[in-house]
C-alpha cells in the first residue's frame, strides 16, 4: 500500500521560515519524480515545486528564490524548505509521487498518482 505522510506545516509569521517533509512508503521512490503541490482556500489546487530522481528541480515562479526542494533516497522523503514566508503561501500542502518511474521533472497534477494527505501551512501577517 502506498502512502505518503506530510509534516511540518504550522503557524509561522510573514518573513519566517518552515520545512516542510513528506515520507514515502509502498511505492519506489528513487526512480520516481516528486512534487509539491498547495491549495488555498477556495482556488484551485497549483504546482508548487518538483524534483526528478536524479535531483533535477522545478519551482513555480511565485515561490522561485524562496523554496528549495530536495529528496532523500536512502530514507525515501522529498522536503520543501519554504523561507521568507508571505501570508499569500497559506494553503495546505501536499507533496506528490509520479505515475510513472521517470527520469523527467514533472510539473502537471496529471503526472502524478499518489498524494498525501496534506498539511496546512499558515502565514500570518
Known amino acids: 500500500q502506498v502512502q505518503l505522510v506530510e509534516s511540518g506545516g504550522g503557524l509561522v509569521r510573514a518573513g519566517g521560515s518552515l520545512r516542510l517533509s513528506c515520507a514515502s512508503s509502498g511505492v519506489t521512490f528513487s526512480s520516481r519524480a516528486m512534487g509539491w503541490f498547495r491549495q488555498a482556500s477556495g482556488k484551485e489546487r497549483e504546482f508548487v515545486s518538483a524534483v526528478s530522481r536524479y535531483g533535477n528541480t522545478y519551482y513555480a515562479d511565485s515561490v522561485k528564490g524562496r523554496f528549495t526542494i530536495s529528496r532523500d533516497n536512502t530514507n525515501p522523503t522529498v522536503y520543501l524548505q519554504m523561507n521568507s514566508l508571505k501570508p499569500e503561501d497559506t494553503a495546505v500542502y501536499y507533496c506528490?509521487?509520479?505515475?510513472?518511474?521517470?527520469?523527467?521533472?514533472?510539473?502537471?497534477?496529471?503526472?502524478?498518482?499518489?498524494w498525501g494527505q496534506g498539511t496546512q501551512v499558515t502565514v500570518s501577517s
Open positions: 506528490a509521487a509520479s505515475r510513472v518511474q521517470t527520469s523527467t521533472v514533472l510539473m502537471l497534477q496529471r503526472s502524478y498518482e499518489y
